[in-house]
Structures are given as C-alpha cells and as structure tokens.
C-alpha cells in the first residue's frame, strides 16, 4: 500500500508563480515604500554621531518619562555600553527596522482594531485570523515572506509586520469594547457624531490598553527583527546568527546583550509613556 | 402610557428596580429607541428625529446626569464640565466661561483643574450636574443621580438641587428608587410598575388618594408626617360660635356635640379665641360675659405646616389647634386623633 505522493509544494509554487507575474509591480511598490522605510529611519537616526545622539535620546527620554531619571542614566549606560562593543551601527540598523515595522504594524493594526471595536461583522472575521496567527510559531512568518519577497530587510521586515500587528489590533479592539457603558451614553446624550465620540471619548479612555497593544506591538518587532536574520535582515540579529554558526562565543555574546539592551529601553519608554489610571 | 411633563417642573420616576425607569428616561433622549409611540418636546417628535436633529436636540434642549457620574476620566473637572460645549464646536475660551459659570452654580469653585478621580462622590456628582448644565439646557434628565451617595451628602444634594432649580427654573426629570427622595424634591411623581405608570400626581395625592393597592402598598412605608400638611389631617372648625352670641349658645353647642372646648368667631370666621366648658360654666354663675373668659392666646398652625411640626405642639397644647390662613380666618382643626386618623392608612378604597 503506497500513498500516492500530492504534489503540494509544485501546487504552491505555481500559484506563486502566477501571483509574481500579476501582481509583481504591487509587491514592487510595496517593496520599495519598505525599503524606504527603513532607510528613513536609519538616515534620521543616523544623522548625529553616537555621543550626540545619546545626549540628545537622554535628554528625550528624561521628558517623555516624565522625569524618569532612573530611566534616563540607564539609556545614556546602555547606549554608550553599545558604542564600546562597537555596535552602534548594527544597533541603529535593528532600531530602525523595529521602528519601520511597528510603525506599519500600529497604522495598520490600530485602525483595524477600532473598527472590529464597532463592527461585530468585522470583528467576526478578525477574530479567527489572530487567533490562528497566535498558534504559529513566529519562525513560520518566514516562509511566505521569502517567498513573494526574497531575502534581505524588506522580507524580513514584511514578517516581522505580520507578526507584530495582532496585539496591536487585540488590546485596541478590547480597549474600546471596554469602555464603560455609560461613558459611552454621556458621549450620545450630549450629542456627538460617532467621530467625536471616538476622539473624544473612545480613544483617550481606552489609551491605556492601547498603549500595553504598542508595547506588545515593539516588543515583539524587535524580537522578530532578530528572528529575521535567518532570511537576511540586517542588524544585530545578524551578528547573533553569524556568531552562533562560527561558535563565536565573544561576537554572540556581544550582540545578544545589545538586543537586551534595546529591548529595555524600548519596553521601559513604552511603558511610562502610558497614561496612568 | 400617556404623559406630560409640565415646564420649569421637577418630574419624578418612582418605581422598585426593574419597574422601566431608566428605559423610560433613557427614551426621553433616546439612548434607547423606543419601539413606537411620540415624545413631543415643544412640539417636536423625538422619537421620530433623523440623527442630525436628534444630535441637535441633545446638545441644545437636554442634557443628562448620571447615576455613576460617568465623568470622562482624561479630563480635568473644567474640561469635563465643557465637554458638551466642546461638542458643539464652541471654542475653548467661551467655552471655559461658561463652564466657570456652572461650576460656580454648584459650588465647585477653586476645583477646575482638579483630576475628577481625586473628588469625593458628592463633588463628582457636582462635577456631572455642572456639565449638565453648562450647555444650559431647557431640560435636565437625572437617572438615580443621588443614590451612589452616602445619606448625609445626598440629602445635602437634594437640598441644593432644589435651591438650584428655584432659580433656574429647569425642566427636570428624575429617576429615583427612594420615595423619599422623590417626595422631597418631586412637584409631581410618577410611580411606575412593570414598565407602566400606576399613578402621576403631587406628593399628597399619591399619598392620600393612592390609584391602587401596589400604590399604596409602595408609599405605605413613607414617614408621612413629612410630606402631610396641617391641611391634611384638620377636621372642619364646627361648630364655632360667634363672638356675638351669649356664653348660653356656646355651653349648648359644646354639650351637644359632647366636647370640652369650642372656637370663637366673628362674622369673617376671623379667630377670636377660645372658650373651655369650665370657664363658661364659672362665668355663667359669677354673671360675667363671654370676653371675661375668652382665651385669646390660642396655639395656630399656617396649612402648610408639615404635620411632624405639629405633631409637638398638639402634644404640648391643652387645647385644638387653630388652623387658619394669614389673614386669621379659621380654616379648621386640629385634635390629637385627627392627626392619627390621618397618618395610618386606609385599609378600604
Ligand atoms: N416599557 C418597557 N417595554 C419593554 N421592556 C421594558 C420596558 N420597561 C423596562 N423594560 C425592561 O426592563 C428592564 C429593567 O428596566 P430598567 O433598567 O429601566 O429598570 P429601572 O427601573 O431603571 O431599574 P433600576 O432601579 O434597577 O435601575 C430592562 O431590561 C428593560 O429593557
Ligand atoms: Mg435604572
């Protein structure tokens, strides 16, 4: 008894295939406005050299925080830690591909939640794609990356947007869904437009559990900007991979503790940006 | 059902939980839809607006105060209290002003910048009636916005909304479960069951002519000698006698009638005093003449004297009291047992 061999991977090949040459130019454009992305991000934080740019991201993040200075001292430590291992431009290329992608994953992911928020139709077929993306294993984004876009940053980025996109969408969809009733009836009984209720009464009350959706949202940008390397982004996801194949202790030591860095000062920033209750 | 709220009236929805009061309120504006029938606010039908009109009717005509305050938690109290102008468009100067304007009215002055969550309960609620009224509306509608208040605010709430709606002459419609409550503060009270009205009508014609037995079953455990006047409980002043006749007429009238003490008038019913049997038995016999024994100095009670300020002087007085208008003319009387007669309820009708 033999199983007859079903030849899935050529049926998949072909369908991709036809979407290249139909849709290619689409994926061009889109290729390219990535691309631009994140040479914008790098260009700008690029443009001072790493002792003024610490100085200048202290001096942010000592007002964003409020007065954290706590915070602030750790930034300043933990960005010049990155220049003495000699990391900085790894680690300008990996906040500048995490910013690139949480950014698209926020523009996209928040304005979905708000309307699977006010739309049960919506919200009926979101549901299951989140909940069907959360049981993937974030190294499966990889796949139909590579395959309608190659290797390099764009693909990788184009995974790490997918993956990044659903808490963003999930905690904005719960935040407005929580908004208490009657906030809700004291916007209608003083007789706003849906606009204005959203703006002026949705949103700022469901802030805090949208900000916890960007916070998840960066969070896991930047670890699937790291995972990206395997398909050739850029950065110090790289270093760690280049590090891991060579055995190179010294090197993935290096650039794994510049990812924690990172990770910190993006997580800590997120969270005190966060109004409290 | 079928009713009308008058202008410059406080209308209160009574009712046990689950009775349809808010439904009902919540129509007024409709926050609920009502599934048919009209509701006229000068001649205009809510229930029938587009959303452009209705969204017009709520900024300008009504506004609403809510149990749980529902204060907008990312706004200062100024900010709160301007939200509904904020809404319409005015800009943010005029809109302060006049949002000072109300915050003064509730005496929340020295406040604006203040984090609604840093107030107590009964600042809140001054916070939630100020945004209410900023927007100065002809009508305001108040669900339960008193009973997340502990006692002795929400009496004090009760007692200002009150004061407030003497100047401002508002039309307000309040939800309310405490009968007491919507005794004190209520021109008319609707008593609501199942979603339907049992009874509209002032404090006193509810209480003493209850439409039903839930009715009367729901005021029956009303301290009423809060809300019952001195008009209430008084018996017809008979029989009288005039100050013209003889000390011999008044003896007879007060024998017949078997009673220990009668009232004397003059021709107007204007009170002259009062006479006791003694007296007149001892002047009859000494030959003196009625003024000799008239008691001129008679306990009088206003008719709209609260029977819990009578009850005292009643207890205190050896004699009836004299109910009678300003100008002195005697209305009725006033005896221990008229008083008790009128506070227990009627088994029968
Ligand atoms: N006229 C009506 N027709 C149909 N359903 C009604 C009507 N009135 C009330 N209801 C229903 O009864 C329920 C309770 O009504 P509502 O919340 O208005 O009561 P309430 O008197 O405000 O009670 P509470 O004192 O608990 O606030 C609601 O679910 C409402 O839908
Ligand atoms: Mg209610």
Redesign the pocket.
């Known amino acids: 008894m033999v199983i007859p061999e079903i030849p899935i991977g050529k049926v998949v090949e072909s369908g991709v295939y036809w979407l290249n040459d139909n849709f290619g130019f689409l994926m061009d454009i889109f290729s390219k406005f990535i691309d631009f992305l994140i040479s914008g991000f790098k260009d700008i934080l690029m443009f001072l050299p790493p002792i003024a740019f610490i100085f200048v991201i202290s001096i942010l993040v000592y007002i964003v925080s409020r007065r954290d200075l706590k915070l602030t001292i750790g930034t300043a430590i933990g960005f010049a830690l990155i220049e003495s291992m000699d990391l900085w431009n790894l680690s300008i290329e990996t906040i500048a591909l995490v910013l690139a992608s949480a950014l698209v994953a926020l523009v996209v992911g928040i304005p979905t939640g708000i309307m699977a928020a006010k739309n049960e139709t919506i919200f009926s077929i979101v549901k299951p794609v989140l909940d069907f993306m959360q049981t993937m294993p974030s190294f499966v984004y990889l796949i139909p990356a590579v395959i309608f876009f190659g290797l390099g940053n764009v693909p990788g980025l184009v995974a790490t947007i997918v993956f990044a996109m659903p808490p963003a969408i999930r905690l904005t969809n719960l935040g407005i869904r929580q908004v208490p009733v009657e906030l809700r009836e004291v916007a209608n009984a003083f007789g706003t437009t849906s606009m204005q209720k959203l703006i002026k009464v949705e949103l700022p009350v469901a802030l805090p559990t949208i900000m916890a959706g960007v916070n998840q949202c960066i969070m896991l940008s930047l670890s699937m900007v790291v995972i990206a390397a395997m398909i050739g982004a850029r950065g110090l996801g790289y270093q760690v991979l280049v590090g891991i194949q060579r055995v190179d202790i010294a090197q993935g030591f290096e650039a794994g503790l510049g990812i924690v860095i990172i990770a910190i000062v993006l997580d800590r920033l997120t969270q005190s940006i966060t109004p409290k209750e | 059902m079928n009713f009308d709220v008058y202008e410059g009236e406080t209308f209160v929805l009574m009712?046990?939980?689950?009775?349809?009061?808010?439904?009902?309120l919540r129509c007024l504006n409709r926050l609920i839809d009502p599934s048919d029938g009209h509701i006229l606010i000068d001649g205009d039908d809510i229930a029938t607006m587009n959303d452009k009109e209705l969204r017009e009717a709520r900024r300008k005509k009504m506004s609403m105060v809510f149990q749980s305050f529902a204060l907008l938690p990312h706004k200062t109290v100024i900010d709160n209290v301007a939200f509904g102008l904020e809404v319409q468009g005015i800009p943010k100067e005029e809109r302060y002003t006049k949002a000072e304007e109300a915050i003064v009215k509730v005496g929340l002055k020295g406040h604006e910048a203040s984090k609604t969550s840093q107030l107590s309960g009964g600042m809140q609620q001054r916070v939630g009636l100020a945004r209410a009224l900023a927007t100065d509306p002809d009508i305001l509608l108040m669900?339960?916005a008193f009973s997340a208040l502990d006692p002795l605010i929400r009496s004090e709430m009760q007692d200002e909304l009150i004061a407030l709606q003497d100047k401002l002459k508002k039309t307000i419609v309040f939800?309310s479960?405490d009968l007491d409550e919507a005794l004190k503060i209520g021109d008319r009270i609707a008593i609501?069951k199942d979603?339907?009205i049992a009874q509209i009508g002032t404090a006193e014609e509810i209480l003493t002519n209850p439409a039903d037995d839930y009715v009367s079953e729901f005021v029956a455990g009303v301290d009423r000698t809060k809300i019952l006047t001195a008009e209430n409980v008084m018996k017809r002043p008979e029989p009288v006698v005039s100050i013209n006749s003889g000390l011999t007429v008044a003896m007879q009238l007060m024998k017949k009638h078997g009673i220990s003490s009668i009232f004397v008038v003059d021709p107007e019913k204007t009170i002259k005093g009062i006479l006791l049997i003694d007296d007149a038995v001892k002047a009859v016999k000494e030959k003196r003449t009625l003024h000799d024994v008239l008691i001129t100095d008679v306990p009088t009670v206003a008719p709209d004297e609260p029977v819990k300020d009578i009850i005292p002087m009643v207890a205190e007085s050896q004699f009836p009291l004299a109910v009678v208008n300003e100008r002195n003319k005697l209305l009725g009387v006033i005896v221990r047992g008229s008083i008790l007669g009128a506070l227990t309820i009627k088994e029968e009708d």
């Open positions: 009712g046990l939980s689950g009775s349809g009061k808010s439904t009902l669900d339960e939800v479960h609501m979603g339907v």
